[in-house]
């Protein structure tokens, strides 16, 4: 199982969850498994039959895209980190 | 029994000796010679050799070790007239030291040749007192609090960011404060913007913060900018010079046009973000580290980016988040620690806990890349507000309005660079976009 960290904006389509538990073998599996249960989440992450370029991905501390992207394979108990932009600061 | 005038006598038969002429050529020709002022203090302040360590002949022996470790460096010891010094030198001699001579003639005679001398700015006794927990701190001492004192930082905000890390460069003493905000002081500021008060609601932002600050203290000189940053502005306000921008903006134009200029200005940006119990901290070091175009090479859909005004923010949690923000700000002026740039810190209040990720730079940065696509101002609002599936590839965002846009796109897309410093053709980045509903830049 790998755990995958909900940012504060896509929480009201988890549910509410901070973090959530998923399966597969590889980044785009495991995300791919959060989105089937939680099928709201599709939009706010992938454009054009791909993940955002707006919205980072954190395998072990380190951007999917500096690795192997979506195929970047996962070990049980890394930490998936799914992180939007924010802009706040007042 | 020896008097003092034997005993200097027989001191004087035991050390070696050099002229003021032969010492200047020592310094001169930068042979590792390390010289060591061991006069009083008010001796020091008044002026000393370029370069020399000072310890006072009191505490000689008990503090050379921690400033010369390496007793085979060759030391060049004077006092004022070479008296004190002589026996200053027989004593290195006995601790172990290998070459040690005595400026014959002393700083006396070095300033009667006219050659160069440095003189110490010195704290008043105000500032010794206000600032004695830092002058304690080996990592910043008085050359780190006089390095503070004459530093200038540039705060994008008064908001909830800009409050906490104001008052602590404030206090810690950083001499210039510009503070750009257009916005006065609302009701809803209050949970959490610290610096403004409730008798200042209704008072510009900027007004509040400098009154704060400047009754906090006196050494601290707030330029105050009661404007929006915009592309017609930032350069007229970075050409001010800054040693560094803490950014604490609301709204992503405001964040991206700040990226920009920062590159283009060559100033780090300690940059800090916040969102209900969440908070973002980051370095970007130009030409060091990455900008924030490498971070987030495009800014979220509206819909996904609600910004505090509209999804609301814990108050402490700008405390925190403005705080790290501070603390970054004083380690880059003092080049101490390790800064951040290369780390994005994520901190949750909820669950209390601090996660880092790497970010690096990337070569294919439209703004801080090895080939550059943006090299202008460009129209932030727009760049901000089209929607994904319109907005185009990061490489295009920059591209001249002579090469048209992907047809597709035609009309979302950016409108063309704005030249540096004139008039941009589209609106400027406001707040009514997607800001905190305030009209600020926090």
């Known amino acids: 199982m790998t755990v995958v ?4 904006t896509l929480r009201a389509e988890v549910g509410g969850a901070r973090e959530l538990q998923a399966h597969g073998g590889t980044v785009g599996e495991v995300i791919d498994d959060v989105v089937e249960r939680h099928p ?3 939009p706010q992450l992938f454009q054009n039959g791909g993940l955002g370029s707006f919205v980072n991905v954190y395998l072990g501390g380190e951007d999917i895209r500096t690795l192997g992207g979506l195929d970047t394979p996962v070990d049980a108990n890394e930490t998936v980190i799914l992180l939007p932009a924010m802009a706040g600061g007042a | 029994m020896a008097t003092y005038r034997e005993l200097l006598a027989q001191v004087k038969t035991e050390i070696d000796e050099i002229s ?8 001169e020709s930068s042979d590792g010679s390390i010289f060591v002022d061991v006069r009083e203090p008010d001796e020091w302040d008044e002026g000393h050799i370029p370069g020399a360590i000072y310890t006072g002949r009191g505490r000689l022996e008990q503090r050379i070790e921690g400033l010369v470790p390496d007793k085979s460096r060759p030391l060049v010891v004077y006092c004022s007239a070479g008296n004190r010094s002589a026996f200053a030198a027989k004593v290195l001699g006995e601790m172990g030291y290998s070459d040690v001579v005595n400026l014959a003639a002393g700083f006396s005679d070095w300033k009667r040749n006219g050659f160069e001398i440095t003189i110490p700015r010195a704290l008043s006794p105000e500032q010794r007192a206000r600032y004695s927990r830092h002058l304690l701190i080996p990592e910043v001492g008085e050359d780190g609090q006089q390095r503070l004192l004459d530093a200038r930082v540039l705060l994008i905000g008064a908001g909830g960011l800009g409050s906490p890390s104001s008052l602590y460069l404030a206090a810690a003493g950083v001499g210039t404060l510009g503070i750009v905000d257009a916005d006065v002081v609302d009701e809803s500021n209050l ?6 008060s409730t008798e200042r609601l209704g008072e510009p932002k900027v007004e509040s913060a400098r009154r704060t600050i400047e009754a906090l203290n006196p050494d601290v000189r707030v330029v105050p900018y009661r404007e929006r940053l915009t592309s017609e502005n930032v350069d007229r ?3 001010e010079g800054w040693d560094v921008i803490l950014d604490g903006a609301d709204n992503f134009p405001t964040r991206y046009l700040v990226n920009d200029a920062s590159v283009w200005h060559d100033i780090p940006v300690v940059h800090g973000s916040i969102f209900r119990f969440e908070g973002q901290v980051t370095v970007f070091s ?4 990455p900008c924030y175009r490498c971070l987030f090479p495009q800014p979220p859909p509206p819909e996904l980016a609600p910004s505090c005004a509209e999804g609301g923010v814990l108050g402490v949690l700008p405390g925190i988040v403005g705080s790290i923000q501070a603390n970054e700000t004083l380690k880059l002026i003092l080049d101490r620690g390790d800064s951040l740039a290369g780390r994005l810190l994520l901190f949750d209040a909820l669950g209390t806990t601090l996660d880092e990720v790497t970010v690096r730079r990337d ?3 439209p703004v801080c890349g090895d080939h550059p696509t943006i090299t202008e101002y460009i129209d932030y609002v727009e760049f901000c507000n089209a929607s994904p599936a319109s907005r185009p590839e990061p490489a295009l965002a920059g591209r001249s309005p002579a090469s048209p846009p992907p047809a597709a796109a035609a009309g979302t897309v950016p409108s063309g660079p704005v030249q540096r410093g004139t008039v941009p053709s589209g609106p400027a980045p406001s707040a009514t976009t997607r800001g905190d509903g305030e009209g600020a830049n926090a």
Do not use: K, S
Request: proline share 13%; with cysteine; glycine share 6%.
């Open chain 1, 40 to 42: 709201a989440l599709r």
């Open chain 2, 20 to 27: 003021t002429i032969e010492a200047q050529e020592r310094l």
């Open chain 2, 237 to 239: 306000i970075l050409d």
């Open chain 2, 363 to 365: 070569p294919d940065c």
């Open chain 2, 191 to 196: 949970q959490r913007q610290i610096v403004h």
């Open chain 1, 5 to 8: 960290r909900i940012p504060p």
């Open chain 2, 286 to 289: 130009p030409g060091v580290g």
